[in-house]
């Protein structure tokens, strides 16, 4: 059973920027795709970006494209999610997911990842 431990997040000002840290608990980490969503009372939760088990491919929602970079570090079996330009919309609690055998037309749906983090929160205030 894979643990997911989020750690970062916190209270930014609009403009400023985050990092978001995801660690597994097993080495089997480095084989899963691994996805960031976020949730809001009003949106629900959504895909915010999922990269490959190499790190080789990416995928960012339209709305955080160019703003928000995914990244790994399989040595040490972590996920990051660099978030600059923060806007008040990207107000929410995020989270950490991962999966392996995701094709290509899942990544962005969260019924395909079986394992989460707890979701850590970030509040961007104009």
């Known amino acids: 059973q894979v643990q997911l431990a989020q750690s970062g997040g916190g209270l930014v000002q609009s403009g400023g920027a985050l990092r978001l840290s995801c660690t597994a608990s097993e080495l089997t980490f480095s084989r899963a795709t691994t996805g960031w969503f976020r949730q809001t009372p009003g949106r629900g939760r959504e895909f915010v970006a999922a990269?490959?088990?190499?790190?080789?491919?990416?995928y960012y929602a339209d709305s955080v494209k160019g703003r928000f970079t995914i990244s790994r570090d399989n040595a040490k079996n972590t996920v990051y999610l660099q978030m600059n330009s923060l806007q008040p919309d990207d107000t929410a609690v995020y989270y950490c997911?991962?999966?392996?055998?995701?094709?290509?037309?899942?990544?962005?749906?969260?019924?395909?990842?079986?394992?989460w983090g707890q979701g850590t929160q970030v509040t961007v205030s104009s």
């Open positions: 990269i490959r088990a190499s790190g080789s491919h990416t």
């Open positions: 997911a991962a999966g392996t055998g995701l094709i290509l037309s899942s990544i962005r749906r969260e019924e395909q990842y079986p394992y």
